[in-house]
Nanobody
């Protein structure tokens, strides 16, 4: 099995930055992603990255502001979030896929972390 542990969430003012980390343990997962879920809304895709980092996908709402990266030596994936907006407030979840195809669909991910809260104040 795979365990995913997120960290780095918190409270920040609009325009600020946060960096989320997701430490993975267990079997190798080639594709990693970030999703988020705001109160009363469905879980939505944020970003995904392939094993070597050559493929990175972003939701339109975060393009140009968020950057996903990974350090395979540390089994860790990151989400650098700049220019945060109030509408970015959500619980952010790290997710992992056993295969190499990146995906924007939550249903295609095999493992999930417990989430970390990000709150952006105006």
């Amino acid at each position: 099995q795979v365990q995913l542990v997120e960290s780095g969430g918190g409270l920040v003012q609009a325009g600020g930055s946060l960096r989320l980390s997701c430490a993975a343990s267990g079997r190798t997962c080639y594709t990693m992603g970030w999703f988020r879920q705001a109160p009363g809304k469905e879980r939505e895709f944020v970003a995904a990255i392939s094993w070597a980092g050559g493929i990175r996908n972003y939701a339109d709402s975060v393009k140009g502001r968020f950057t996903i990266s990974r350090d395979n030596a540390k089994n860790t994936v990151y989400l650098q979030m700049n220019g945060l907006k109030v509408e970015d407030t959500a619980v952010y979840y790290c997710a992992a896929k056993r295969d190499m195809r990146t995906s924007v669909s939550a249903g295609e991910y095999d493992y999930w972390g417990q989430g970390t809260q990000v709150t952006v104040s105006s």
